[in-house]
């Protein structure tokens, strides 16, 4: 399989596990630990704006557009952000996120975003993008 195929499929793999924790973070109250004004309800507006940009990256990167590998290190940034972001908060003691389920969707970010960021790095270069 070649690197782009590879890319795509990491993109959609990481982004669905991304998904999967921003619910995750709903029944956390991510917005108070990170002190996002406006509760809930902005809180579902930034993440329904996250989920838009991530699934235009991904059009864009079936197309094999140059802004598609972009967005692919772009959501490689956002995983290890959210990894290295969560945990801090897990070492400074704090008590969310620390479900079984919750700290696998946080170690899976971080394997995906690496291997992503790897096989984008590849795929642009094979492309010529």
């Known amino acids: 399989m070649d690197s782009h195929r590879w890319t795509v499929r990491l993109y959609i793999l990481n982004v669905a596990v991304l998904i999967t924790h921003e619910i995750?973070?709903?029944?956390?109250?991510?917005?108070?630990?990170?002190?996002?004004?406006?509760?809930?309800?902005?809180?579902?507006?930034?993440?329904?704006?996250?989920?838009?940009?991530?699934?235009?990256?991904?059009?864009?990167?079936?197309?094999?557009?140059?802004?598609?590998?972009?967005?692919?290190?772009?959501?490689?940034?956002?995983?290890l952000f959210a990894v290295v972001a969560h945990s801090y908060f897990l070492a400074v003691g704090r008590p969310e996120f620390r479900l079984p389920v919750s700290l696998a969707l946080l170690a899976a970010t971080f394997i995906l975003s690496v291997a992503q960021g790897i096989v984008t790095l590849q795929a642009r270069r094979d492309d010529g993008a």
Not at 51 to 77: A, I, T
Request: no cysteine; net charge neutral; hydrophobic share 50%.
């Open 24 to 79: 995750d973070s709903a029944y956390w109250e991510e917005w108070t630990l990170f002190g996002i004004p406006g509760g809930i309800q902005v809180f579902n507006l930034l993440n329904l704006a996250v989920v838009l940009v991530f699934l235009d990256g991904l059009r864009r990167l079936v197309q094999r557009e140059r802004r598609g590998y972009q967005f692919s290190l772009l959501l490689v940034g956002a995983g």
